[in-house]
């Protein structure tokens, strides 16, 4: 009886503390709610429905010449491509660090920042690259929805969440992430996602009177909750 007993409330820690995690960073989980809802209904649509559904909630520069606040903000309910469950690892791991130590508010102006800053300047050099004749035409309609540029400039302000020396270190392998690609393959998403990941590092002043959490304080309340009577 005293295993049963004992494990009985390892597994009551363990929801409380799940549960406690999630309502540390609301925003965070409700983003992702929403992520699994427009996942499964993409995985139900053929296709050719699939491309010119998305596309209409794209952040190309046709769409954003007609209906941009809509696609800015639709472009980031929606993914093409990857499972769900990486996304749910990807947001546990950086964005609900970051709006727990930041708060809510500072949280998501940091990832909007990043989202439609990055959107407007690389869909703006995209523009310049068809004038040019440097990109075909056809590109004005090109896919362009996901949540990736929040997300890269999320993962550059933790930056500063990070304790030094180890925070250069981190710093070094974000530039060398998303700075390669921007090196080697020099596409329109590629300056997307350096450009976010450079806004997010001038979020720096959001960060000034933020508070890290302590390290595993809703685990812990959790555990002590569990043992009451």
């Known amino acids: 009886m005293g295993i049963i007993r004992a494990s009985t409330h390892r597994v009551r820690a363990g929801v409380h503390g799940i549960r406690a995690y999630v309502r540390s960073a609301p925003g965070t989980y409700i983003w992702l709610a929403v992520l699994f809802v427009t996942t499964v209904a993409v995985h139900h649509m053929s296709p050719e429905f699939e491309k010119d559904f998305l596309r209409q909630r794209s952040t190309n520069i046709n769409e954003l010449s007609q209906h941009p606040v809509r696609v800015l903000i639709s472009s980031a309910l929606w993914t093409d491509g990857g499972t769900w469950l990486s996304y749910a690892v990807l947001y546990t791991l950086f964005h609900a660090t970051a709006e727990r130590w930041l708060g809510t508010a500072r949280w ?14 690389s ?3 995209l523009a310049l690259a068809i004038h040019h004749g440097a990109a075909p ?5 090109t896919l362009d929805v996901g949540v990736s540029y929040a997300l890269a400039g999320v993962i ?3 930056t500063y969440w990070v304790p030094s020396p180890w925070r250069y270190a ?3 392998i974000v530039l ?3 700075g390669t690609p921007l090196i ?7 300056l997307g996602h350096f450009t976010s990941v450079l806004i997010g590092l001038a979020c720096y002043p959001l960060t000034r009177s ?6 595993r304080s809703w685990a812990v309340k959790s555990l002590r909750r569990s043992r009451r009577p």
């Open 123 to 125: 869909e703006g050099v």
């Open 184 to 190: 080697t393959g020099r596409t329109f998403t590629d």
């Open 137 to 141: 035409a056809s590109s004005v309609n």
């Open 210 to 215: 933020a508070v890290r959490p302590a390290p």
């Open 176 to 178: 060398a992430v998303y």
């Open 170 to 172: 981190y710093l070094l």
């Open 156 to 158: 550059a302000v933790l």
């Open 108 to 121: 998501l102006a940091v990832a909007a920042a990043a989202h439609i800053g990055a959107t407007l300047i």
